[in-house]
């Protein structure tokens, strides 16, 4: 498959994630870019509560759940807004046009969507090139496993690696987001998943940015389309998630925090240009922090960190404006109680939504003074430094410096860069365990949180750059024709994306696709599967039946022929559980001549074939299952076929 014959898969992400959305959006008045632009928050909730309830109603997974709920949510929604008490329009939404006010987000929303797809484009290589990281055996698999089931329920999707123990939580919007294009779409699982990363990278991050920095400051048209190059210039973010892990239902979640980070400021009153009212903000709240949340943890505990400096923002300014409208003591009260019970959640959600401590087991990768340095000049783990995009994010500071409303923008910069030199940098601690545990102490996951915040700095550093030349610009134009001296903001803005593409896509961005594009190349070292493995499992489907059960060696990559070839397989999972049954079948298959317990193990797993995939295993490991090993000369074994040293053998024995 070509990125052509790819494209309704594509589409179909697109449309996916935006039309249920957009149309709530548009239901509680949003203007038309906000509406846009929140759409894959508010459907990301919409899905991942749908996959939840579909269970306990009977339904099984389909976008039939998705429209159900989106209907219900679209009654509700239009119920609320026909009572007096509802803004009739978005506050302050005197008629503009729209083509001066909206279309300069829409074009930078563009040229990010072009610019951040071709990253992905390139670093993905062909549309049915998956990542060769330890953790997609489990992501591609858990999309078979929801088309298996038809249940893509977050308190289910772990039964597929649990075997005779009971499914906890995991995070599963992603993997039901990636089924419903292979639903909709009819592309094989891969090719879902390559359309579902340059969805929420290229659309959903930008989108989400833009919303946040125009609730931050009125930009002039030049940094607005500006934006759309500066959004994709961080090599850290989104790439670095597609690079490391692989940790999709990750980058789902860190794309969308701007946007609901906005949300949660407008509703304690810290945005500068309250343009939507704040009822409307609780109800975007209620339909688009859920979404954050199921995504992946990690997304809503960097939401709410994030938000600590807000609250201090909305306390402190508080404080202020009782003292100086003589309020009573009782408000001070109010507020600090307020205040009090604010922090007191999180400190009870950052003590309970974290990974136990045997999973948070990564140490620091470097000095403490190095991480620093790495984290400003925006150069994680030793890349090339990103020179321009660092001075436009302490241009950023200086800009909220000189306006106290934003000093909280920088306050949760700050915070994100103390965040991760304490991961990269410090060993491991009972405080290190306490801060930067939540995120497993992980530095490449701290370091994707730099430009949730490092971004809208950019773009407001662009601003202050930009502003004074836009002021020349039209002082220069002024009295001209009027075709001109409209059009000469967005010619500006035309030299400002010229001149951005060179300054931002240089050593740092070519360095960060460069080492993406090495984990989803597929050669005779491919760390996951080979050449001659990936072909093996796509002959799966004609050499073998279509209820076949294979054996594996998960960390060979073997798992995999249940996502790409639709094979059931022991494992789907390195990190899976062992049945009793599927422990003989490990241990003692090719025995089963000498040990009557093994038939009955066969039995009950219904095992065929056994892939082997030799002993090169995903992250230098070491796993060992002697009863798939070295199985050539064993009668109990047929060679069905082979690809170089990838072998496919059907078992024979218990017969």
């Known amino acids: 498959m070509d990125w052509l014959g790819a494209l309704p898969a594509i589409l179909t992400a697109l449309a996916l994630l935006t039309v249920p959305g957009l149309a709530i959006g548009l239901v509680l008045r949003l203007r038309l870019?906000?509406?846009?632009?929140?759409?894959?928050?508010?459907?990301?909730t919409l899905i991942s509560v749908s996959a939840?309830?579909?269970?306990?109603?009977?339904?099984?997974?389909?976008?039939?759940?998705?429209l159900v709920l989106t209907v219900l949510v679209l009654a509700a929604c239009f119920g609320i807004t026909r009572f007096s008490w509802y803004p009739a329009r978005t506050a302050g939404s005197a008629e503009h046009s729209f083509l001066r006010h909206q279309g300069p987000w829409f074009v930078a929303a563009a040229a990010a969507f072009l610019l951040i797809g071709w990253q992905v484009v390139h670093i993905i290589g062909a549309p049915e090139n998956f990542s060769q990281t330890f953790d997609n055996n489990f992501h591609?698999?858990?999309?078979?496993?929801?088309?298996?089931?038809?249940n893509a329920s977050s308190l289910n999707l772990t039964s597929m690696t649990t075997a005779d123990q009971p499914a906890y939580f995991y995070p599963a919007a992603w993997h039901g987001f990636v089924s419903l294009i292979v639903q909709l779409s009819g592309a094989p699982i891969t090719a879902a998943t390559s359309a579902g990363i340059i969805a929420v990278s290229a659309a959903v991050w930008p989108?989400?940015?833009?919303?946040?920095?125009?609730?931050?400051?009125?930009?002039?048209?030049?940094?607005?389309?500006?934006?759309g190059v500066l959004v994709g210039s961080f090599s850290a973010f989104p790439i670095l998630l597609m690079d490391f892990g692989v940790l999709y239902p990750n980058l789902l979640s860190l794309a969308m925090v701007p946007a609901a980070l906005m949300i949660l400021a407008g509703i304690l009153r810290q945005l500068p240009h309250p343009d939507i009212p704040v009822v409307t903000l609780i109800l975007l709240a209620m339909l688009t922090v859920p979404g954050v949340a199921v995504s992946h943890p990690n997304g809503v505990m960097t939401l709410f960190a994030l938000a600590v400096p807000v609250v201090l923002s909305a306390y402190i300014r508080g404080l202020a404006g009782l003292y100086r409208s003589g309020a009573a003591r009782t408000r001070y009260l109010f507020a600090t109680l307020a205040t009090a019970a604010a922090f007191t959640i999180f400190f009870v959600l950052w003590n309970v939504i974290r990974p136990p401590e045997e999973a948070a087991f990564w140490d620091r990768v470097e000095t403490a003074p190095q991480a620093f340095g790495e984290a400003l000049l925006n150069a994680p783990f030793g890349r090339p430094a990103a020179v321009f995009i660092s001075v436009l994010v302490l241009l950023g500071l200086v800009y909220c410096f000189r306006r106290p409303r934003l000093l909280w923008v920088a306050g949760g910069y700050l915070l994100s860069v103390w965040l991760f030199v304490v991961a990269a940098g410090y060993p491991i601690t009972e405080n290190r365990m306490f801060i930067t545990g939540v995120w497993y102490n992980d530095p490449y996951r701290l370091a994707a949180i730099l430009p949730i915040m490092g971004a809208p700095l950019a773009i407001l550093g662009l601003q202050l750059v930009l502003e004074p030349v836009d002021r020349w610009v039209r002082a220069r134009v002024a009295g001209t024709a009027g075709a001109v001296s409209g059009a000469a903001p967005f010619v500006l803005g035309l030299v400002a994306i010229l001149a951005l593409v060179p300054l931002t896509q240089g050593a740092s961005m070519n360095a960060a696709v460069s080492s993406a594009r090495n984990s989803y190349a597929v050669n005779d070292d491919?760390?996951?599967?080979?050449?001659?493995?990936?072909?093996?499992?796509?002959?799966?489907?004609?050499?073998?039946?279509?209820d076949a059960v294979i054996a594996v060696n998960p960390w060979t990559g073997a798992a995999l022929a249940y996502a790409i070839a639709d094979r059931d397989t022991t494992y789907k999972h390195t990190l899976s559980n062992t049945s009793p049954e599927a422990a003989v079948i490990d241990n003692s298959l090719k025995d089963a001549d000498s040990m009557p317990e093994v038939c009955d193990a066969v039995e009950a797993t219904g095992v065929d074939y056994v892939l082997d995939f030799g002993t090169r295993q995903i992250n230098n490991g070491t796993a060992e299952y002697p009863g798939i090993e070295d199985i050539d000369s064993d009668p109990d074994f047929q060679k069905v076929a082979s690809v170089g040293e990838a072998s496919l053998y059907e078992f024979v024995g218990c017969s």
């Open 207 to 227: 989108l989400s940015v833009l919303f946040a920095v125009r609730r931050l400051a009125k930009l002039v048209p030049a940094a607005i389309l500006g934006a």
């Open 140 to 150: 591609l698999n858990a999309v078979r496993y929801i088309l298996d089931t038809g």
């Open 33 to 44: 870019f906000d509406a846009v632009a929140l759409a894959p928050l508010v459907t990301v």
């Open 526 to 546: 491919s760390a996951l599967v080979s050449t001659d493995e990936l072909e093996l499992l796509r002959q799966l489907p004609e050499l073998t039946e279509p």
């Open 52 to 66: 939840v309830a579909a269970p306990f109603a009977g339904i099984g997974w389909s976008i039939l759940p998705v």
